[in-house]
Each structure stands twice: as structure tokens, then as C-alpha cells.
């Protein structure tokens, strides 16, 4: 007999009918990481071994009602995986909508859980801000997208589900594109959620994501025609890495074991190409 969460998978659909009960359940307390890492919210379990890795690892991935899809979007922030942040986020608004509505709303879900965190969503509008990527579909700000003008934004993920390594966040420890077990996701969720888009502009967060995507490019899974590679991700761990990415702080105001002046070349050179294609894109856009 056919598992018909994975025969879902294979097919694209939605799983919230199949973890629709165990999402709405009351938690006993404020949702902690084993509340929502719990056996209820298991998608698979599975122990992977990489190629040239001398011990497999644990893969686990866990269900979260991050499928709202955004039609209208003009703009797209791709990320790798959902994390713990954001799956306690969401757990704690599900909560609050169950208590004020009875019901879950998908589309609030997203919107208050996507990039969720007064630093990380600073970190990311002063990004966009700075490249002037909302100007490219006439939008004032980034915090304009994440506000008045939600309606020109999608946020989505490579891996749309939380996936653990290992019981750590997915930070790209196994290539999610020669892994079937990670790669069925990203075909069948990923894929087909871009392709169902009126050709936005595609912008990637992160080294993993953007080489990730570059690869779906390549095989000719994604067209690249709008991707603008590539953002820093934009993660409250990242320290002084934004600032000088985005010139508010200078090399000079590095200290000399701020681990950002290891890479100061490559973010230079990043700056400079993301400013090109910003450019580029908005001339063939006239």
C-alpha cells in the first residue's frame, strides 16, 4: 500500500489536510522545539550518506503550513529550509488565530513567519533598500513588501518543509539536489511553485540557495532570465557581514578578527555584480 503523504509529495499537493489535526492541536504551554519537532509533524526520517561521507545522517523533515503561494508576487526571496525560528513563529500565530478565529489562515502564517524577527527582516529590507530591488517592480521600500505592498511578494523556500541534519538546521551539510530524499521536494514543491508564477524576479538568500538555484538554472528547471544572484543571507548571526555588504561599514571599521575580513574581497565582488544585474534587469525592463 502507497503512503499517501509521499504520493502527495510526489504529486505537489498540499499536506495540511494529512497534518491539518496535529498543527490545530492546543500545545500546553508556549510552543517549545520538541512541541513542534514532535512525532505528529514528522513528514520522514531517513539516514543519508553523502557521497564520500564515512557515516550517514539523520535527515528529518518536519511538516509546517508554509504553502501559501502569493500569485500576484512580482518579487520572490528564496531561502534554503524553514528553521526552529520560524516553525516556533508559526506554531505561536496558529495558536492566536485558532483562539481568535477558529481557523487557520495560510496567507497570515506566511506573512508574519517569512524571514520573522525584527533583525533578520532589518537585515533583509536594508538589502533590498540598498540594490533598489523593490524600485524594480515600483515598489518604495522592502519594508513596503513586507507591509502595504505584501500583495508584490512571495517568500518560499528550495526545501518548502523544515529540515533537520543530524537535529540541527539545514545549512546545505548534504546537497539538497543530488539527495532524492531532499531533492523530491524541491522538484515537486519548488519547482512547480516558481513555474506557477507570472515570471517575477527571483532573488536568492544565501550562498546554498543561490548555488542551488543556479543548478535547477542549469538543468533547465528554473528559468534564469530574473534571477538576481545573489543576497547575504540575512540571519541575526550574521554579525557585521550585512553592514559591509551594503557599505555601512567600512574595512576600515572592521576589527581585525571580525571573521567578515576573510571574505571582504568576495562581498566586494558580489556587491559589484548584484549592482549590474539590478541594472542590467532594470534596463531591459524600460
Same mark, same amino acid.
Given at each position: 500500500? @502507497?503512503?499517501?503523504?509521499? &504520493?502527495?509529495?510526489? &504529486?505537489?499537493? @498540499?499536506?495540511?489536510?494529512?497534518? =491539518?489535526?496535529?498543527?490545530?492541536?492546543?500545545?500546553?504551554?508556549?510552543?517549545?522545539?520538541?512541541?513542534?519537532?514532535?512525532?505528529?509533524?514528522?513528514? =520522514?526520517?531517513?539516514?543519508?550518506?553523502?557521497?564520500?561521507?564515512?557515516?550517514?545522517?539523520?535527515?528529518?523533515?518536519?511538516?509546517?503550513?508554509?504553502?501559501? +503561494?502569493?500569485?500576484?508576487?512580482?518579487? !520572490?526571496?528564496?531561502?534554503?529550509?524553514?528553521?526552529?525560528?520560524?516553525?516556533?513563529?508559526?506554531?505561536?500565530?496558529?495558536?492566536?488565530?485558532?483562539?481568535?478565529?477558529?481557523?487557520?489562515?495560510?496567507?497570515?502564517?506566511?506573512?508574519?513567519?517569512?524571514?520573522?524577527?525584527?533583525?533578520? *527582516?532589518?537585515?533583509?529590507?536594508?538589502? $533590498?533598500?540598498?540594490?533598489? +530591488?523593490?524600485?524594480? !517592480? #515600483?515598489?518604495?521600500?522592502?519594508?513596503?513588501?513586507?507591509?502595504?505592498?505584501? @500583495?508584490?511578494?512571495?517568500?518560499? @523556500?528550495?526545501?518548502?518543509?523544515?529540515?533537520?541534519?543530524? #537535529?540541527?538546521?539545514?545549512?546545505?551539510?548534504?546537497?539538497? $539536489?543530488?539527495?532524492?530524499?531532499?531533492?523530491?521536494?524541491?522538484?515537486?514543491?519548488?519547482?512547480? =511553485?516558481?513555474?506557477?508564477?507570472?515570471?517575477?524576479? +527571483?532573488?536568492?538568500?544565501?550562498?546554498?540557495?543561490?548555488?542551488?538555484?543556479? #543548478?535547477?538554472?542549469?538543468?533547465?528547471?528554473?528559468?534564469?532570465?530574473? %534571477?538576481?544572484? *545573489?543576497?547575504?543571507?540575512?540571519?541575526? =548571526?550574521? #554579525?557585521?557581514?550585512?553592514?559591509?555588504? +551594503?557599505?555601512? %561599514?567600512?574595512?576600515?571599521?572592521?576589527?581585525?578578527?571580525?571573521?567578515?575580513?576573510?571574505?571582504?574581497?568576495?562581498?566586494?565582488?558580489? *556587491?559589484?555584480?548584484?549592482? *549590474?544585474? !539590478?541594472?542590467?534587469?532594470?534596463?531591459?525592463?524600460?
Amino acid at each position: 500500500m @502507497s503512503d499517501p503523504i509521499q &504520493t502527495a509529495i510526489l &504529486t505537489g499537493e @498540499s499536506l495540511f489536510p494529512h497534518f =491539518e489535526k496535529a498543527v490545530t492541536r492546543k500545545p500546553p504551554g508556549k510552543p517549545t522545539r520538541e512541541w513542534v519537532k514532535r512525532e505528529a509533524l514528522k513528514i =520522514e526520517s531517513v539516514d543519508v550518506l553523502s557521497h564520500g561521507a564515512r557515516r550517514a545522517k539523520r535527515v528529518e523533515v518536519f511538516y509546517l503550513p508554509f504553502e501559501h +503561494i502569493n500569485h500576484s508576487a512580482k518579487i !520572490v526571496l528564496v531561502g534554503m529550509s524553514p528553521g526552529h525560528k520560524q516553525m516556533l513563529e508559526v506554531a505561536e500565530t496558529v495558536t492566536e488565530q485558532l483562539a481568535r478565529f477558529g481557523r487557520v489562515d495560510l496567507s497570515d502564517l506566511k506573512k508574519r513567519g517569512a524571514f520573522a524577527g525584527d533583525k533578520m *527582516r532589518s537585515n533583509l529590507t536594508r538589502m $533590498l533598500n540598498y540594490y533598489d +530591488i523593490p524600485d524594480l !517592480v #515600483g515598489v518604495p521600500s522592502g519594508e513596503a513588501l513586507f507591509g502595504s505592498r505584501w @500583495s508584490s511578494l512571495h517568500t518560499t @523556500s528550495l526545501l518548502r518543509y523544515p529540515v533537520f541534519v543530524d #537535529g540541527k538546521d539545514f545549512t546545505g551539510q548534504i546537497d539538497m $539536489l543530488e539527495s532524492g530524499v531532499l531533492r523530491k521536494y524541491v522538484e515537486n514543491y519548488f519547482c512547480r =511553485e516558481i513555474a506557477s508564477l507570472n515570471d517575477p524576479y +527571483i532573488v536568492p538568500l544565501g550562498d546554498e540557495a543561490a548555488d542551488a538555484l543556479q #543548478g535547477l538554472v542549469r538543468e533547465g528547471l528554473v528559468s534564469g532570465e530574473r %534571477v538576481i544572484d *545573489r543576497l547575504r543571507h540575512p540571519s541575526p =548571526e550574521a #554579525g557585521s557581514r550585512v553592514g559591509y555588504v +551594503i557599505e555601512e %561599514v567600512a574595512r576600515t571599521d572592521l576589527k581585525p578578527n571580525d571573521p567578515v575580513m576573510k571574505c571582504v574581497d568576495k562581498y566586494d565582488a558580489e *556587491r559589484a555584480r548584484v549592482k *549590474r544585474r !539590478v541594472a542590467e534587469l532594470r534596463a531591459r525592463a524600460r
